[in-house]
């Protein structure tokens, strides 16, 4: 049987590892010994949607939404799970907490996302007392999550310790703002790090000046090449002590981040590609029948990510994931065969809000609808990629397909969602803080 490594880098854009951009050679190889993707779409343009999709196999916005898994929903460690695996997953990232119900089907659930959590007592702790503390927490830590290093090490620790076949997960937060320039974790860099990219992606994004344009691309170039090395070092130990020899290794950035391509940074924006289009690279044990290197220039989806592992470990799913998973496995596409789908979907609920919003993607066309405006855009994509120019009025059948689309996932997400009863997510200061310092607050 098969081992999974499900590396997932937060807001890992697809020109930070294509092309000349940055360097990145631990990808690279990764890249030239398996199969890379260079035309894979994230169904989410931030963690929360883009995440449940990959762990779901569905749509983000289908059965209750993305911000709180509902109880009947599989996962995909749920079915490793019933398959005979052992399931991990470490990461520090709140948007898929345990308090959101990402926890499920996981025999080891470590997620770092208090910044203060003395001995366990946080439960107890008086609610004034236990946000004074937070805040105290945060000012001492240099990083609002937990670095690669202390991930991966947590990462090998468990690899080591655990009974093969395994499943584990993490999701490294180094890429996302604030950019911290590499691993120079010192407390003037982090403020600064932190003053800029709340100036950026929350407060002022039409203030930045040119230097500050500048200042935030280094540093989100030196956040990508400090992990490329990291996981660079991870990989190289694991094949060393013999790990990787019957474990399939997936890396995946989960949405971008944008670069005031169209206004702004970070990832709060409608699903322009600077946004969805993200590296998918899968190099598949040398036991497995999977003929690799290989490059795969079709148009793929993050959402096909979890039956593509779960079609070669040969498991058996459970009849709701069955009736449920929109995502197909991409194995019959590396042995040449196209996709069954020609349009990508990407979707997301507005954070404290009650507008969605969409984006149709096909090789030719980009279709975008702003619920908080009620506004359509289309863009012509083979003459138009960096999508600048709404041509909206010149191809109203075009518009019309799109539209028939939208429409349509109106009434799945209306159809699917019946009777499910999502629970409002009561966050714990500690989690606040965290989102707080990730530029979500």
Known sequence: MVNTLFLVVDSLRYDAVAGNKFDTPNLDVLAEEGASFSQCFAQGVSTAPSMTSMLTGRYPLDYG???FLEEDQPTMAEQFHRNGYTTGAIHSNPNVSRLRNFHRGFDTFEENILPYDPDGLVDNAPDQLLRYANKFARLLRRTPYMPVEKVNDLLMDWIHETDEPWFLWTQYMDVHGPYLPGDDFTYRNKFRAEQIWRKAAVNSPDEITPEEHDELWENYKKEVEYLDREIGAFIDTLSGRGDLEDTAVVIV???GDEFAEHGLY?????????????????????????????????????????PTMLDLADADLSKTMRERMEGESLLPVLDGSDP??????????????????????????KYLYDGKTDYTHLYDLQNDPDETTDVTDNHPEVVSKFEKLLNERFESIEQTSKGISIPDIDDSEGVEERLEALGYK
């Open 253 to 255: 950035g989960d949405h």
């Open 65 to 67: 939404g993305h911000w």
């Open 266 to 306: 970070g990832h709060g924006n409608l699903p322009y590609d600077e946004l969805t289009h993200v590296p998918l690279i899968i190099r598949f044990p040398e036991s497995s029948a999977i003929d690799q290197p290989k490059e795969v220039d079709s148009l793929v989806r993050t959402v096909d990510i979890l």
């Open 340 to 365: 069954s789908y020609d349009i990508v979907v990407t979707e997301k609920e507005m954070r404290g809000e009650d507008y969605l919003r969409f984006g149709f993607r096909t090789e030719e066309w």
